[in-house]
DNA sequence: CTGAAAGCGCTTACAG
DNA sequence: CTGAAAGCGCTTACAG
C-alpha cells in the first residue's frame, strides 16, 4: 500500500475554531455556507482558516456525512481519438458539475477492466462511466448495479434497455454514408475495417441496408474485417485492392481505419477523391486536415461524452428512474475524399 | 455538493468481526494481510466478508493512517494525441504501482488549471504529475510544493532544476530532423508551427543550430509561427507555400502541425516526398500512416509518461531527495516524406 | 495471537 | 445563532 506524503500537521477545523474562540461546530457550518451563522462570525472564520493555512479535508467530510463526489469514467482505447474526445466531453460536464474524476485505461483487456472497476468501488466511486473493453458481456452491468453504483456504458451497448447507455445510432450513419457513395454513381463498394462486437454488427447492417434499397446485391467478399485501427484499416484496403476489381468506393468501420485505407491508398498511387472515394466514421479532430480531408460520418464525440455526463448525473439524482437511452443522430460531413 | 448514492446500509469490519465472533482489531489485520494472525483465523474472516458482501472502505482507513493511493494526472490538452499518449504511460505506470488517478483536463486554461490543482489537494491527492498549461509560470511548482505534495511537471519544464521534470531534448530532436533535411540536399528550409513557450524555443534554437553548423544562414522569413495544432500548420505551410521560393522541406514544431502541413501540401498538389519534404516531432502512432507515412522524430511520448510515473514515484517515497530531470534522447525515424 | 480503547477530521441531530 | 456529544469505518499502539 503507497503510502502519502506526510505533512507536519495538518490543520484542521479544530484550530480553527480554538483560534477563533468557537466550537468546531460553528466553524463546520461555515465552511458549508450555512446561513445559520452570523454574517461577522463567518468572516472572522474563513479570515482565520485563511491565516492558518487550513485545507478542507473533503475525504473526512464524506466519510461522515455518506457521500462522495468523485466519479470513475473507464476508457477501452484512449489511442483512439474517437475516445480521447468522449473523454474531453464528458471530464469537462463533471468536472464542471463539481465532480472529480477518476480515469482508467483499460486498453481493452477485460481483467484490467475488472480491477479498475473494483478499485472504483472501494474508492466510493459515486457513479461510473464505462466504455466496455471489447469482449465485454452484461455481466459488468450487473455487477456494478449490484453494488448500488449508478452507471452509464457508453458507445457499446452491453445489455439494451437494462441500463443508461450513450451512443450513436450506428447503422443510421453507415447508411447515409454508403448512399452518399450510391448517389456519387458508385456501384461496387467495400467496407473496410471492423471485427466483431455490437458496433460492427450495426454498422454492418447499415451498410447493408443501404445497397438493399438501392437494388444491389450485397458481395461479401467486399467486407474486409480488420482491426479498428489504422494498422487494420490499412491491411484491409491493401487487401481490397490486391483481391477485388472495379471497387471504386469504400466505407470505413470509424475514422481510424480509414485513416489507415488512405495511407494504403497512397502507396498504390490512387488519388482519394478523384479516382477512389472514401468515407470514415465518428468526424475525429483529425479527419479535417487529413490528406486528402476526409468525409465522414459526424457523430460528435465530445458531445457523447457530455450527454453520458448528464445521464450519469440524473441518474445519481434519480436512482430508481427507468434506464434511459441516448442514440445521437449522425450526419454527414463531405469533404474532399468523396 | 453532490450527493453520492444512498446503499441500503454499508456491511463494515464490525459486522463481520461480530459475525466471526473477533474483534474488530482482528478482522483489521487480516485485511491488512498482516502475518501476526493465525491462518485459520484470516480464512474464516475472509470467508465471512465475503459472505456478507463486505467492501473496504479505503477512504475510512486513509483518513485513519494518513495515507492516500490517489494521484493526480493533469493534461493540458487530449485532444492532442501526444498528451493522449504520455497519458496512457503514465496512467499505466501507477495504476500497476497500485495507485488510482484523478485525471483533469484543463483545455490550455489556466483558471481550470488553478481549480483542478485545488480540488486534487482537498481529494487528498499523494502525488501530482502535470503538462502545465501554456502560459504557466513557476509560481504554479511554488503552490504545489508550498502545499507539501509530491510534484513531477512534464513536457514543459517551469522552473529548471527547481522540481522533477520529464521531458524530451527538443533542441536535440529538430537539430538532427534539419540535419537529415540537410543531408538530403535541401538548402532551403522552413519551420513550420508553434508560438511561444519553452518548448518552442528550444526546438527553434535547434533549427538555428543546425543550419548555422552547415554554414547556412538562418533566413527568419522561412520561420511560419502558428498554433501548434492541425489549423495551425495547415495555416502556416498554406503561408509558406504562397509567400516563399525555393523552399523544398519544412520542419514541423510537432506531428500534428505536420499534419496539418500535409493536408496543405496535397491541397496545392504537391506530392509529399517527391517534391517536398517534410518532418514531423513526436512521433505519435497517427505518423505510421498518415499519407504519406511521416518521417519524424522519436520521443516516445508514453515512455515519457511512463518516466513521469517513476520519477514521481521515488519523489513520494524520498521527499527531500534533490530535483530530479529526466530528458529522453529523440531518435530520427525515416518514413516516406522525406 | 487477539481484544479494548482512542482517534483520524469532519457532520449532524439535539439543546439552549 | 452557537456548543457539546456522538459517530462515519477504519488503524494503531498497548495490553495480555
Redesign the interface.
Known sequence: ????????RQVTIHDVAQEAGLSKSTVSLVLQGSNLIKPETAVRVREVAQRLGY??????A??RS?????IG?VIND??N?FF??V??GI??RL?D?????????T?ESLE?QQ??LT??????A??IAICPALGSDKSVVDVVQS????LVVMIRSLDHGQHDFCGSDNALGIRLATQHLLDKGHRRIGFVGGETGVVMESRLEGYRSALAAAGIPVDESLIFRARPN??G??GAMTTLLETTRGVTAAVSYNDLTA??A??A???HGIR?GKDFALMGFDNV??T??????LSTVDVRPSGLGEHAADLLLQR?RE?DRPPQCYLGKPELVLRQST
Chains 1, 2 share one sequence.
Do not use: C, D
Not at 478499485?119 to 466510493?124: H, I, K, L, V
Open positions: 500500500m503507497p503510502k502519502g506524503s506526510s505533512s507536519p485545507v478542507y479535508n473533503r475525504q473526512a464524506e466519510l455518506g457521500t462522495s463526489n468523485r469514467v484512449l489511442m481519438p480521447a474526445e473523454l474531453v471530464e469537462r468536472v458539475a463539481g465532480y472529480v474524476v477518476f480515469m482508467a485505461h486498453n484490467r480491477a479498475v478499485a472504483m468501488r472501494e474508492q466510493g459515486a457513479g453494488w448500488g453504483i449508478p489504422r494498422e484499416g490499412h485513416f489507415g488512405l495511407s491508398l497512397g502507396e482519394v479532430l483529425a479535417a486536415h487529413a490528406n486528402p480531408p445519481i436512482p
